[in-house]
């Protein structure tokens, strides 16, 4: 599969906390690394996302009193997961690691950053209306097909997939260089997701530039 000029690499939340030692670790989350650096130099453009949360965010359990990490909510816009406090702005666990090299990614989007309403999706909020404004980058500069890598599959990439496709991009997962948390069957759940959509998903070996 060539990579054409007209695509992009999108590089999913590798952050810090969602590595292990993180504080919110996805199993073996660090060994995306090694394949997004693979199947990089295959791309004239690339974009990386960084979630980047207020200290009080409405999507941690310790906002929520009596709730713990994992429990479930709701509210104005949907059910809600809370997480462990993670990714706070301008802490380590927000970074990314050291070990990232993409010194070629063109623009760095950060997301969840508003604190009454989480985000997933690279392109929009969870009430899966208000725009980060990723999409109208990608139009204004003529990119149509999206690849995604990151952490993780099954919330952050998943979701970014499923809105690409949503809004007429074609969204390709690069499955080995992505790793899933799989809360609560999540994983089958979004995959079901994709099949629905026409989010495919490739290996990182099918690509030549």
Not at 40 to 66: C, K, M, N, R, Y
Not at 90 to 114: D, N, Q, V
Not at 139 to 150: C, D, Q, S, W, Y
Request: aromatic residues 10%.
């Amino acid at each position: 599969m060539r990579i054409a000029p007209t695509e992009v690499l999108l590089v999913i939340d590798v952050q810090n906390d969602f590595c292990p030692g993180g504080a919110l670790a996805v199993a073996a989350g660090d060994e995306v690394l090694a394949p997004i650096h693979r199947i990089a130099p295959h791309f004239e453009h690339i974009v990386l996302t960084q979630d980047w949360h207020p200290a009080h965010h409405i999507s941690f359990a310790a906002s929520h009193p009596g709730k713990h990490p994992f429990d479930s909510i709701d509210l104005a816009y949907g059910p809600q997961t809370l997480w462990p406090v993670h990714c706070v702005q301008g802490t380590h666990g927000a970074e990314f690691p050291s070990e990232l090299r993409l010194p070629r990614a063109e623009l760095i989007l950060r997301k969840g950053f508003r604190p009454q309403i989480d985000s997933y999706s690279a392109f929009f909020e969870n009430d899966h209306t208000t725009s980060t404004g990723l999409a109208g980058y990608l139009r204004e500069r003529g990119l149509t097909r999206v690849f995604l890598a990151g952490l993780a599959y099954d919330f952050c990439v998943g979701f970014s997939a499923l809105d690409a496709r949503r809004l007429g991009f074609e969204a390709l997962i690069l499955r080995e260089a992505c790793r899933a948390i799989d809360l609560h069957g999540s994983v089958a759940q979004i995959e079901a997701a994709f099949a629905k959509a026409g989010v495919a998903i490739v290996e990182g070996a099918e690509l030549s530039s």
